[in-house]
């Protein structure tokens, strides 16, 4: 998704995709070295259905393979013009840090338990959407757009990177299990601290917060007693749609932002299509 | 010794070393992480006489800290002048690419049985040397010294890290108890593969060969021993003589590349000076 985001921001200003093939490659390269360090913190078994690297060979090498991956997506990132040097990597550091940061506060959260709506949200725009804004500032930056414009393109890229994690929470609970590719309410059975649990945990008053505080704290709950009594709570206090609200919202910033980029409308029917599928999936 | 490095080759061409500044912070930084990382993966407890990271705080954290460390380290190094952005960054990728390449095979050997002494000297100019190379030819660049003069500095560096580290080799074994901060023989009581011992085994034949072997086999030897054995054969051998002369080689070939470097006598001297220095040392 990341590097093609950096190539139809590239190709949105009519720039030559072939010039920002090596920055999306960077891009994508980026990702995968975050992953495969997230999965070591996370101590995950399996990544896209297969042993991850450190489960593979060993947590060492999972480490010094990250790291010399991070220095790669550099290598890749600094095949630009000479003029687009400074700006590109400034973007990218900024990018970088920001994810890093993103996943050390998501981690700090498990330990928290107060955690607000808002500082949930700025968590989830440092850990997965400023990678999108940063993809596609960067490719429309080499495909010739003036700075303002390559702005309005971070922002359609953060925007929709936020409403597509509020997706994901809501997906977890109200998602089809026959086209959800993972198990329906897995979040509420690992507590996990979504959307959902927070808004809910902010808006629930009285026995409803009483009965939410005892799901969130019984380790030894049957799992699908669990799932079905923290859905329950959701329903009573209308979490879904104010989930689905809050996912809307974003995406129509995201899709204002790229409205207001002055390109010919057809130019950017490919983004927006790109966008709407993106968040209208069901796995 | 790293950033001063920097400054000390910026200076050589008498260019501002407030302008090496940043990037000679950036040498430190990048090495700092790789010292985060690989205590992470030696287990290590102890740095510097305090606790690791990951000890102090979690591995997660260590690992996280890490590469926002070399995230922060392009950012330093980027703190350069526009002509010199990209000569900088890929000497920087290069050195950074080495150093855990060195570090990787540094963990191999562990593994292997025959290491040789060119493999070793190849890890150890990955590992430890490029590093020194890169930060003298980055405060050259800074500097204002050309490419050649640039390239005789990389050369400086590289060729006095590898005389440091055989020079660390042989300081375990025959350092001076009471200047040498370490325990002596730790490497001879951790099977350490290092420029001794891999030379010993090059050069051992019958009776000597058996008996490095037996003691380099036994896990559960007396360590003082074990130590006093070891070092009776690297004497039988002449050890000692052939790692100093292969030390002095280097150190050689360092002074050399000085030397042609065309600026004034007078201004090499600290260089030579801190070179000497390092080299001297017991400790």
Not at 18 to 34: D, S, V, W
Not at 59 to 71: F, T
Request: proline share 3%; charged share 25%.
């Amino acid at each position: 998704m990341r590097p093609v985001l950096t190539l139809l921001a590239c190709d949105l200003f009519n720039g030559s995709i072939l010039k920002a093939l090596n920055p999306a490659i960077g891009i994508e390269m980026f990702h995968n070295f975050t992953l495969m360090h997230d999965d070591i913190m996370d101590k995950a078994p399996l990544r896209r259905g297969k042993p991850t690297v450190h489960e593979q060979w060993n947590e060492s090498s999972a480490i010094l393979s990250g790291d010399m991956m991070l220095i790669e997506a550099y290598k890749l990132m600094m095949d630009v013009d000479e003029k687009l040097l400074r700006p590109v990597l400034e973007i990218f550091n900024e990018t970088a840090k920001g994810v890093c940061e993103g996943q050390q506060i998501d981690m700090n959260f498990e330990q928290l338990e107060g955690v607000s709506v808002s500082e949930y949200k700025e968590m989830i725009r440092l850990k997965t959407a400023v990678l999108l804004g940063g993809s596609m500032k960067i490719g429309a930056l080499i495909g010739g757009a003036a700075p303002d414009h390559a702005d309005l393109l971070y922002g359609f890229g953060v925007n929709l990177g936020i409403a597509f994690q509020l997706q994901d929470d809501i997906l977890d609970v109200y998602g089809d299990p026959d086209k959800f590719g993972k198990q329906v309410g897995g979040d509420i059975r690992a507590n996990k601290k979504t959307f959902l649990l927070i808004q809910a945990l902010e808006t629930a008053e009285g026995l409803d917060k009483e009965e939410l505080n005892y799901w969130v704290n019984q380790e030894n709950a049957d799992p699908e007693t669990k799932v079905n009594a923290v859905t329950t709570i959701y329903s009573r206090l209308g979490i879904r749609s104010l989930a689905e609200e809050e996912m809307n919202n974003y995406a129509e910033k995201a899709l204002q932002a790229l409205e207001s980029v002055p390109v010919d409308i057809e130019k950017k029917e490919r983004l927006r299509g790109f966008a709407e599928q993106l968040l209208v999936r069901e796995n």
